[in-house]
């Protein structure tokens, strides 16, 4: 247990819990690994060497772009 913990908050980057309730928590966590999956999908489907600190801070950097671009900066080609 102390090992899926350690690996949640080196992973999933929840710094707090924005609720106090149960759901909440379950809520955030669900949320959360959601995310590290999308990511990791990302990765994968374009076979990049990009980490995944290195794919994240790329989809937080320009959420409003077109998904094409996204799929060429994880990949590392070079965008037009």
Known sequence: IELFFKWMKQ???IKKFYGQSEQAVHNQV??????????????????????YLQIS???KAAPW????IWIRKIAGRAVR
């Not at 669900?30 to 980490?51: D, E, K, P």
């Not at 772009?65 to 094409?68: E, G, T, Y």
């Open 11 to 13: 992973h999933l980057n």
């Open 30 to 51: 669900y949320i959360a690994m959601i995310v590290y999956c999308l990511n990791l999908l990302a990765q994968l489907g374009t076979n990049s060497s990009r980490t």
């Open 57 to 59: 801070r790329l989809l």
């Open 65 to 68: 772009k077109s998904a094409h």
